[in-house]
């Protein structure tokens, strides 16, 4: 959160969500559970499960669900009714099935699930999460000097350099970096794709073929998860539509939805543009809070993962930001 944010949470109160309530809200999160998971523990923080199932008391005391099927209406202008909200998960992490599936059917709560096809299956992983996995083997374990020293070497940083700065250094690692993990990896002895078929951490296509049974949604969420922004033109729009015609491809649906990896943030018009020609009614969700964006089948969502902050007030603050954002004219996204 931002310094204005801050400032915002700690002036917001509960009671204020009941004012700001009739503006629907899109959360998101990426996954629940009660256990530390290696491969996420160095990128964020998540709820456990009883304060998930908190945030979905919360959202179904304050708003109505609304139904993903909404959207799947073809051509029509999208008019979102007041006072809903809508959850979605990205990434397909194995927790969407095992833990938060089961608990959204019992609540009788939709949402839509925003998957990278490369890892469904659990054949391959998004580099992140084997950043991750590097850094908690890194605290963890007790590496010969030498071992270090090689690390250094590879990443180009300074010798004597200490373990916050080597693991702040390692998240930098770029995708198109990917030798680099690997190198790093066989130092360190770490074993890879034995996490993969050990852990599982992705959904298989089997669940997500039962979970679209069960009458939820399902968009890309790009090829391989990529920072968009450091591909050419013609790489971010094949990531992100080949990410929908594999959904459509392998599950008989008709629809197309799509969320942005990491953020939407300097998304040009033209990967847009190329999105709608590829179908005019997809429907494109990013994360940049409470926001209008350049075309009203882009929705915009904020994230309800941090398990440190309370609900009700971050819902507020989300809220009030927007106020702010309208007062300083950035309410409305631009997109070159
Ligand atoms: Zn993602």
Do not use: C
């Not at 919360?58 to 809508?86: A, E, G, Q, V, W």
């Not at 990434?91 to 969407?96: A, K, Q, R, T, V």
């Not at 938060?100 to 469904?120: E, R, S, W």
């Amino acid at each position: 959160m931002g310094l204005i944010k801050d400032i915002l949470y700690k002036t917001s109160n509960k009671q204020m969500l009941g004012v700001v309530k009739n503006q629907s809200i899109f959360p998101y999160y990426h996954l629940v559970n009660n256990k530390d998971v290696t491969h996420i523990k160095h990128l964020y923080q998540f709820k456990n499960i009883e304060k998930f199932k908190q945030d979905l008391d919360t959202l179904l005391k304050y708003y109505k669900p609304l139904d993903p099927s909404l959207f799947t209406n073809t051509r029509t202008k999208i008019i979102i009714p007041k006072n809903h909200f809508l959850l979605t998960f990205d990434d397909g992490l194995s927790e969407i099935y095992n833990i938060i599936f089961p608990i959204l059917k019992q609540k009788g709560i939709n949402a839509v699930f925003f998957i990278n096809p490369d890892f469904i299956d659990n054949n391959e992983s998004l580099y992140k999460h084997d950043l991750s996995i590097i850094i908690e083997s890194l605290k963890t374990s007790h590496y010969k000097k030498n071992t270090i020293d090689k690390i250094v070497k590879i990443l180009g940083i300074e010798t004597n350099t200490s373990l916050p700065q080597l693991t702040t250094t390692i998240k930098q690692i770029k995708q198109s970096q990917n030798n680099i993990i690997e190198d790093i990896a066989d130092l360190l002895n770490i074993d890879l794709y034995q996490y993969i078929e050990t852990h599982k951490p992705y959904l298989s296509k089997s669940q997500i073929q039962e979970m679209i049974h069960s009458g939820f949604y399902f968009g890309g969420h790009t090829m391989s998860h990529p920072r968009l922004l450091e591909l050419s033109i013609e790489k971010q729009k094949k990531e992100v539509i080949d990410s929908i015609k594999w959904l459509k491809t392998n599950f008989n649906i008709d629809y197309s939805f799509f969320a942005f990896p990491f953020s939407d943030k300097g998304i040009s018009k033209a990967l847009i543009n190329e999105i709608f020609k590829y179908d005019e009614s997809a429907v494109i969700f990013g994360n940049s809070g409470i926001k209008k964006d350049v075309n009203n089948r882009i929705i915009q969502r904020f994230s309800l993962e941090n398990p440190n902050k309370h609900t009700e007030k971050q819902i507020v603050t989300e809220n009030l930001y927007k106020y702010y954002n309208k007062a300083i004219g950035k309410y409305k996204i631009k997109r070159n």
